[in-house]
């Protein structure tokens, strides 16, 4: 089984699905990671070269290509959701966790974040905001299970998210 994880950049995806990954003992892959490896460049230089619909052609490759047979963990782009394709793979082929952060808690994270491409404009809280009000209802849409980030640890993070599947009989029990 493929548990992914979606939410807005700055959420937590690659470090707390890392921690998960090593927790239950299942690889872990990171859909951006792999889509550099594709493009042989940072997805900020493709972003900028190609824009954004050819970097999302090559993002729902990846993640049809990710979600077919794998087992493991998959932290996923903040983006992965604006594809209904990307939604559908996502939620049938696996399980799908939204860490859910506000637009305060993620500025507060990401304020000096030069890597994340749709972050540098003017006002990247407006942006953030604007993206929380677009994206939320597609990653609820997606996920099966939403655990509200806020401010506790990793650690604290990936207790829950264990939990809810040990509770959904995903994983064995403790």
Known sequence: MI???????GSGKSTVGRQLARRLQ??????????????????REYFEREGEDRFRDVEESVID???????????????VVLRAANRLHLRERGQVIYLNSSPDE???????DVNRPL?????????????????DPLYRETAHFII????????????MIVMQLELAGLVPGS
Do not use: M, W, Y
């Open 26 to 43: 299942l690889p872990f892959f990171d859909s951006d990671h792999v889509i550099e490896q594709r493009i042989g460049c940072s997805i």
């Open 119 to 135: 972050l540098q404009v003017a006002d990247p809280l407006g942006r953030l905001r604007d993206l929380h009000t677009l994206r």
């Open 3 to 9: 548990l992914s994880l979606v939410g807005l950049p």
């Open 106 to 112: 993620l500025f507060r994270r990401l304020r000096h």
């Open 65 to 79: 290509q990710l979600t077919l047979n794998q087992k493991g963990v998959l932290s996923t782009g903040g983006g």
């Open 148 to 159: 509200e980030t806020g401010r506790p640890s990793v650690a604290t993070l990936v207790n």
